[in-house]
């Protein structure tokens, strides 16, 4: 039996194995297995969706310490997780006929885990006597050679595994019960807030630089605009101080250069050589995938999974920069040759000299990003076609000769001031001719100007500025963050960078801390700063590490965390009222922030709050009156993107305004939008994109 973690891996692993390269599928209801031949070897290929199994604490009661946990099938947890009996009951019952178990799950700690449990609880079967296929994509090669040279299981990134889950189980379930119940305990209400041993420390992270951004006092400065003139020609000139702290200064300045000749001082170039970027490892590619098409790292994750189970590109979740001295990359080139996009590309690439320019971040587990030169089977979704396309230009770019820039710069003097112009001109795009669309150098050319000529400064003025305080996150800014102080992983930085968002730590298009994230945030710095900081959160880190490594015992790791966490819940018990009214506090002000939209125009008492129909989980406009029977205001919303009130009324129809975030994309409208006379043209607008959008997604049919 080979055990494999989706049913696109379990498909195309027999595919790769049965020596007639048609295995035979057997359903069962909604679910199926495959059974194959190879030499004298017969196959059963089967599938997990995920984890089978999940924590589930051994005391019962919906309270804390709860310190003990076993692992039991999924659906005894979640119980929306009915697809998953059907699974277990299916491998158990084909279990009992193997003679040997192997585990084809992705390589690396969750798929490590997932493979061993199913073998252990699904299977009963003995984890000493299995064996394990290792392989970094889903190619027929690939995979032919990890079943001739498959070993034992890796017991240490196991154990690392079980260490994760369990320590994440006990902060996450014992905390996030401590905060609920304190605020039923004080007000009545069941409303669950959540914190974890990673969701801790991010969520410090953005109330630190929302303090910041807070703190900050804009200064302001001046700066000079100047046009010279040069034999008919205009050019911009840079004045040698960026910025002029008194607008008597500025004012000066520019007294003493308007209509003035300049003297070209000095001409200087310097020639600059730009090899080409690393590899892709997975945060450089969710990096340039919200850069260049705004997707989530969590989207951009699934995209590149979703690929690599088609077998278009390796394993995604990767921290390498580097491509392995085996990889065939003749053949890769080859392959991509075939396609129309990367034709012309890969031949001229197959001409030179085949070595790829290589990161200094390594893999023990498997290589950086690449694609595989296998042909998509069937068409790509626009999303997709972007991601993929994304990778195979920056493996391309690796092949590439370095790019060549001249930087000029032209010294100006009048008088006692000094002024510069700058050019750059491209002598050699090289590589940035495969990432093309990805890399974008502009050309400035520098007028044909001599050293001694006479520049006219024909124009000058200044420009009144303020100094800008830090940004606020972005998804790839906070998951860089997260990776740079090394707290979760390649694998989990994504969601965990969605959670903060999904719990309404954050609000609008940035990382904007709302008041419910500000209460969450005070209430643990005040009463227990430890779970905020990501010291614990790293130490934990550098411990699995041990653990795979072979130097630490995963009972030490467990007894240190369990003895902590019931120091941080004793304190936390003995202040339970005083942290249940500041989450309470700070929960009736994110509701009125997030809910409210100001009185309602048909009655004269009641307040218009953003309501989710019970029966359809549509959301829309409703009077607090509507209960009682007193009102029957209502108001449409969009279904899509997060709602925020906003100060000012329709000038329109003097209903109250809305901004609506979704994704990159952010836009105002009024609650009245479906029936305003001034909105109509909007609504006309959004039609005709979402018309253009089915078009080019269905390739010129229109659904």
């Known amino acids: 039996m080979i055990i494999t973690e989706k049913p696109t891996a379990a498909k195309r692993i027999a595919a790769a194995l049965d020596a007639a390269k048609s295995p035979e599928e057997i359903k069962k209801g909604k679910i199926a297995y495959y059974e194959c031949r190879r030499g004298d070897d017969e196959l059963v290929v089967v599938y997990a969706l995920g984890h089978l199994f999940e924590l589930q604490q051994v005391e019962k009661g919906w309270t804390y310490p709860r310190l003990e946990s076993k692992w039991v099938p999924k659906y005894e947890v979640d119980k929306k997780a009915t697809n998953i009996k059907p699974i277990i009951n299916l491998i158990q019952k084909l279990s009992k006929d193997i003679d040997e178990f192997i585990i084809a799950t992705d390589y690396d700690i969750e798929g490590s885990l997932i493979g061993y449990l199913t073998l252990k609880l699904a299977c009963k079967a003995d984890p000493m006597k299995a064996h394990r296929m290792l392989f970094s994509s889903l190619t027929d090669a690939d995979l032919e050679q990890a079943y001739s040279s498959k070993g034992g299981l890796d017991f240490p990134v196991i154990e690392a595994g079980h260490v994760r889950h369990e320590v994440d189980w006990l902060y996450g379930i014992n905390m996030t019960r401590a905060l609920t119940l304190s605020i039923k305990k004080v007000a009545g209400w069941f409303k669950v807030v959540s914190t974890g041993r990673v969701q801790g420390p991010t969520l410090s992270f953005v109330a630190e630089r929302e303090r910041l951004i807070n703190l900050f006092v804009p200064t302001p400065f001046w700066t000079i605009h100047t046009i010279g003139n040069h034999k008919g020609n205009e050019m911009d000139l840079e004045y040698f101080k960026k910025q002029l702290s008194s607008r008597q200064d500025a004012n000066r300045i520019v007294d003493e250069l308007i209509g003035q000749d300049a003297t070209v001082d000095s001409l200087n170039q310097r020639t600059v050589t730009q090899q080409p970027h690393p590899p892709f490892n997975?945060?450089?590619?969710?990096?340039?995938a919200y850069k260049h098409f705004g997707f989530k790292p969590s989207r951009t994750l699934a995209i590149a999974q979703s690929l690599y189970l088609d077998a278009l590109i390796s394993y995604p979740r990767t921290n390498s920069e580097m491509l392995p001295p085996t990889l065939d990359i003749k053949g890769i080139l080859t392959g991509l040759g075939g396609m129309k996009d990367y034709a012309q590309m890969a031949k001229s690439i197959l001409r030179g000299n085949l070595v790829p320019?290589?990161?200094?971040?390594?893999?023990?587990?498997?290589?950086?990003?690449?694609p595989t030169g296998e042909k998509p089977t069937k068409q790509l979704s626009p999303s997709d076609k972007k991601v993929y396309d994304l990778i195979v230009r920056r493996f391309l770019s690796l092949f590439g000769e370095p790019m060549i820039k001249n930087h000029l710069r032209a010294d100006i003097t009048c008088g006692i001031h000094k002024l510069y112009t700058r050019g750059l001109q491209i002598v050699k795009r090289g590589w940035s001719e495969f990432y093309g669309p990805y890399f974008k150098a502009e050309e400035k050319t520098l007028p044909n100007i001599k050293q001694g000529e006479t520049i006219q400064l024909v124009s000058v003025d200044f420009e009144n500025k303020y100094t800008q305080g830090p940004p606020r996150f972005n998804p790839a800014s906070?998951?860089?963050?997260?990776?740079?102080?090394?707290?979760?992983t390649k694998a989990t930085r994504s969601s965990i960078v969605d959670s903060v968002k999904s719990r309404g730590y954050t609000q609008g298009d940035k990382f904007e801390l709302s008041t419910l994230g500000f209460a969450v945030f005070e209430t643990l710095a005040q009463y227990i700063p430890d779970i905020l900081s990501p010291r614990m959160t790293r130490q934990l880190e550098i411990e699995m590490d041990n653990i795979q490594e072979g130097t630490e015992k995963r009972e030490n790791v467990i007894k240190v965390a369990k003895t902590r966490l019931l120091s941080y819940l004793e304190e936390f018990k003995n202040k339970e009222d005083q942290i249940g009214e500041t989450l309470v506090n700070g929960l009736q002000r994110y509701w009125k922030d997030t809910e409210e939209l100001g009185p309602c125009p048909k009655c004269d008492d009641g307040i218009l709050r953003v309501v989710r129909s019970p029966k359809s989980g549509k959301r829309f406009v409703g009077c607090s009156n509507y209960k009682e029977g007193k009102c029957d205001q209502t108001f449409p919303l969009p279904q899509r993107g997060t709602i925020s009130p906003m100060e000012g009324m329709c000038p329109y129809c003097d209903h109250r305004m809305i901004k609506v975030v979704s994704g990159r994309r952010s836009w105002t409208t009024c609650i009245n939008w479906s029936r305003c006379p001034g909105r109509q043209e909007d609504?006309?607008?959004?039609?005709?994109?979402?018309?253009?959008?089915?078009?080019?997604e269905t390739g010129g049919q229109e659904s």
């Open 282 to 288: 997975l945060s450089s590619l969710q990096a340039e």
């Open 357 to 370: 320019v290589q990161g200094k971040k390594t893999d023990p587990a498997h290589p950086s990003i690449h």
């Open 478 to 488: 906070l998951l860089k963050l997260l990776e740079k102080e090394n707290l979760g």
């Open 683 to 696: 609504l006309k607008a959004l039609d005709e994109r979402r018309s253009k959008k089915k078009v080019d």
